[in-house]
């Protein structure tokens, strides 16, 4: 909800701090960078030390940041780049290491279902996001109490995990739990996650969903508002607040494609394990082909019907959604427990740096420089060229997911095999 509030009242930011497409885009980039940076750190301290602790400090900072960038006067944008900045310290905390708890508590397909119900949050909490911005928005005719939501609910967070959440043992459930895994060091860590092509390759095919995530969370919204000022079914945006009905559409549309979307995409990945041990990066390449051409047509019909646009929208997030789960899960098969922190780390390093860390940005520079001249239509026509990339890199997407089923067998076997060898036993924390 906190990475998406801001989404929700974009056109508002915009008028009020009277910035371009290229530094609208950078509130999403820096949010990113600092998450992205910053999940190693939390994933080495989450291999070794109390997560339930270093989540808590981590919320906690989160929400009092968030609630902090609601007092930002429009003098002070590079403030508000700041606090977005500062936001990443918290979602690193929590995103690197919530998944390895859930890992620890459940196994095979229940952890599968428990993980789904878990990434259930991403979609639908993207989706109440646009709603609750666009409506408090609305409703306090200021977008700075927008963000005043999210820090209460982090408050509730931090209370729920001290007094009902648990720290299991690392692989506790499994056959060979934490203590009888030999723990070594980062370095190592890292030379064998790179060696494991299974880990590597849907780390790559989730980098893909991430760029097109990144750039549709943004600017979503925002494109679907100037689509109907072309067509003239709305006005635009003289003084706030600006109309956002359409974010409160993109939420109630990401939230419901969300939870079909995640629940679709577990239910056939298990139903397609009885026949293949290759279904889960089957699935998630079947996700994002699927997804491509409803992108693609949903924003070259945007110029033409309000209403064909929204519906390819549906399908186009409903089929990138089945991904979340998934590859969650295909990280906890490959993966030793005592190195899943770390790979968890390094995966929103990558598929951040490579795709929503800078996709929003990316695309509002593109549209920035295809902008011929300052009219609402070029506003428009530019903002809808950029934005057709995503269906591009969701293809590639799409065949890193392909190749990934060609390792899954063998990269699964040596995880549930693991043997470390001389070198580890004699030097672990080399």
Known sequence: MDRFTVAGVLPDIEHFFLISDGKSGLLQTVFICSYMFLAPVFGYLGDRY???????????????????????????????????????????????????????????????????????????????????????????????????????????????LVFVVKEPKRGAVEARPEHALQRTSWFTDMKALCRNKSFVLSTFGFTAVAFVTGSLALWAPAFLFRAAVFTGEKQPCVQEPCD???????????????????????????WLRTRTPRADPLVCAAGLLLAAPF??????????????????????????????????????????????????????????????????YLIGVVSDFLKQVDSYMWQFRSLQLSLLLCSFVAVGGGAFFLTTALFIEKDRHLAENYVPSENELHFPYV
């Open 50 to 160: 109390n997560r339930k602790m270093i989540m808590c400090v981590g919320i906690g900072f989160w929400s009092v940041v968030t609630l902090a960038s609601s007092f930002i006067a429009k003098d002070y944008f590079w403030a508000l780049l700041l606090t977005r900045g500062l936001v990443g310290v918290g979602e690193a905390s929590y995103s690197t290491i919530a998944p390895t708890i859930i890992a620890d508590l459940f196994i095979k397909e229940k952890r599968t279902t428990m993980l789904s119900v878990f990434y259930f949050a991403i979609p639908v909490g993207s989706g109440l996001g646009y709603i609750v911005g666009s409506t408090v928005d609305y409703r306090a005719k200021d977008w700075h109490w927008s963000l005043r939501v999210t820090p209460v609910l982090g408050l509730l967070a931090v209370l729920l």
């Open 295 to 360: 992108l693609y047509l949903s924003i070259v019909f945007a110029q033409a019907s309000t209403i064909a646009t929204y519906f390819f929208i549906f399908f186009g997030e409903t089929f990138l959604s089945m991904n979340w789960a998934i590859v969650a899960d295909i990280l906890l098969y490959v993966v030793v427990p005592t190195r899943r922190s770390t790979a968890e780390a390094f995966q929103i390093v990558l598929s951040h740096l490579l795709g929503d860390a800078g996709s929003p």
């Open 244 to 270: 956002t009905s359409d974010s409160l559409y993109f939420g109630v549309i990401t939230c419901v494609t969300g939870v079909l979307g995640v629940a679709t995409g577990v239910a056939v990945s298990r």
